[in-house]
C-alpha cells in the first residue's frame, strides 16, 4: 500500500547547527554571536541576489536567534496603485499577508526559493570560516602588541644577507638587517633570542612583528631578566649607549645608597654580566654608576679611560663638556673610530670634547696664560679619577 505524502509547510531554513558554531565560536573565539549573525545575515543578501538574479535593494535576510529560523523578505511600499510591482504591493494584496497594513507601510514578503538552503549553508560556513580568521588574528595581535618590547625565544626559519624569519609558535616574527647584530651569522633551526619592536597589523589584518637584536631595548631587557633588582625596581637603568657587536655602556642608579648598584649587575666574580654579554656573543659592557652631576657623569661614562677634568657648560646652543685626560690616556677615551667618545655622548646626551693634557696647555699658552694660570685652571676644573671605578 502506497503511504500518502504529507505536505510540510517549512516557513524558514533550519540553521539549529549553525546557531551551535555560533555559540562555540563566541565562547572559543570571542566573536560576538550578533556581529556574526549580521555579517551571515548580509553574505546571505549578497548571495541571494547573485544566486537568483535579483538586482533589487529590497531584499532581507534575517536569522531567528532564538529558534534558529532563517527567513528571507522582500520589501514592498504599499500604494494604492502598483506601478512597480517589484518595489510595490497593492493595499489589497498586502492585507492578505496581514489585515493590519494600511497604505504607506513597508511589507515584509517572504520568499521561500528552492535550492537556497544548500547556498545559504555554504555562505554561512564561508562567513565563519573568515570570522574564526578574524578573531585568530586579532587574538595574535592582541596577545602579541601587550609583549611589546619582551624578549621572545624563535627558531630560525629563514636566514638571508637581508632578513631573518623566525618561528615564534603561532606567528612568524621578522628581523631585518638593521636590527640584527653585525657580528652574528644566523642559521636555519638556530634558537634565537629577540625583542620584540614593533607589532602592527599587515596586509589584509594580518600580523606583523618586528625583532631586533640590535636595540637598546633588547639590552635593557636582558639585565631586567639576569639582574633581580633592576626588574624589582631597586636599581634604575637611566640610559644605555650601544655600538651593536660590539660595545655597550649602561648607566645604572640606586636612591637606596647601601645597594652598589654597578656590583649589583656585575655580580659575584662578573657571573651576571656575563651571561648577558654571552648572549651578546662578547659584546662588551661597561656598567657604570649614573650621577646627577654632569661632570661625573661624563668623567665615568668615558671608562675605561681616566679623566683629569670636566668643564661642562649649558647655553641656547646645547650641552658641552671639554674633557682633559693624561696624555697616555687620549687615544683610550676617544676609542677606535672615536667609538668610546661617542656611545659616553650617547649616554650622558652631553656634546663632549676630550683633550689631552699637553694639547690643553698648549691651547692655554696660546691664549696667552701663563704656566701657573694653566695649572690653576686645572685644578679648578678637576673633578674626578675614573680610574678605579670601571674596569674595562
Not at 650617547?346 to 701657573?372: H, N, P, V
Request: glycine content about 6%; charged content about 35%.
Amino acid at each position: 500500500m502506497k503511504r500518502k505524502a504529507k505536505k510540510i509547510e517549512k516557513r524558514g531554513i533550519d540553521t539549529k547547527e549553525l546557531l551551535e558554531a555560533m555559540d562555540e565560536l563566541e565562547k572559543t573565539q570571542g566573536v560576538k554571536k550578533e556581529v556574526l549573525m549580521e555579517s551571515i545575515e548580509q553574505a546571505l543578501v549578497l548571495a541571494y541576489k547573485r544566486n537568483f538574479e535579483c538586482s533589487d535593494e529590497n531584499i532581507k535576510v534575517e536569522l531567528n536567534k532564538g529558534d534558529g529560523q532563517m527567513h528571507v523578505y522582500q520589501l514592498k511600499d504599499i500604494v494604492k496603485k502598483v506601478e512597480d510591482d517589484k518595489k510595490e504591493i497593492s493595499l489589497k494584496d498586502a492585507k492578505k499577508v496581514d489585515k493590519n497594513f494600511k497604505e504607506g507601510d513597508v511589507a515584509q514578503i517572504e520568499l521561500i526559493p528552492k535550492e537556497f538552503g544548500r547556498i545559504a549553508a555554504q555562505t554561512a560556513k564561508q562567513v565563519i570560516t573568515q570570522k574564526i580568521r578574524e578573531a585568530s588574528r586579532d587574538v595574535i595581535f592582541t596577545e602579541f602588541a601587550g609583549k611589546k618590547g619582551e624578549i621572545v625565544t624563535g627558531l630560525v626559519q629563514k636566514a638571508d644577507n637581508r632578513v631573518v624569519i623566525m618561528d615564534l609558535g603561532k606567528i612568524e616574527g621578522i628581523m631585518p638587517k638593521k636590527e640584527q647584530i653585525p657580528t652574528e651569522k644566523y642559521n636555519v633551526n638556530d634558537k634565537v633570542k629577540a625583542c620584540i619592536i614593533s607589532v602592527e597589523k599587515g596586509v589584509k589584518g594580518s600580523t606583523q612583528i618586528i625583532l631586533s637584536r640590535s636595540s637598546i631595548d633588547f639590552v635593557k631587557k636582558l639585565f631586567e631578566i639576569e639582574i633581580p633588582e633592576i626588574y624589582e625596581g631597586v636599581i634604575e637603568i637611566k640610559s644605555i649607549s650601544r655600538d651593536a657587536g660590539s660595545r655597550s655602556k649602561v648607566a645604572v642608579y640606586s636612591p637606596n645608597p647601601n645597594i652598589d648598584p654597578v656590583g649589583s649587575c656585575v655580580g659575584q666574580k662578573g657571573i651576571r654580566i656575563q651571561n648577558i654579554i654571552n648572549e651578546l656573543n662578547g659584546e662588551k659592557i661597561d656598567v657604570i654608576e649614573w650621577n646627577e652631576d654632569p661632570s661625573i657623569f661624563i668623567s665615568v661614562a668615558l671608562a675605561p679611560a681616566k679623566v683629569l677634568a670636566v668643564d661642562v657648560r649649558e647655553d641656547e646652543e646645547g650641552r658641552f663638556a671639554q674633557v682633559i685626560v693624561p696624555d697616555d690616556q687620549l687615544s683610550l677615551a676617544i676609542g677606535k673610530a672615536g667609538q668610546n667618545a661617542k656611545l659616553a655622548a650617547k649616554l650622558t646626551e652631553w656634546k663632549i670634547d676630550i683633550k689631552s693634557e699637553s694639547q690643553f696647555r698648549k691651547m692655554l699658552e696660546e691664549a696667552e696664560l701663563g704656566e701657573e694660570d694653566s695649572e690653576e685652571i686645572i685644578e679648578e676644573n678637576f673633578e674626578n679619577d675614573s680610574s678605579d671605578d670601571i674596569d674595562e
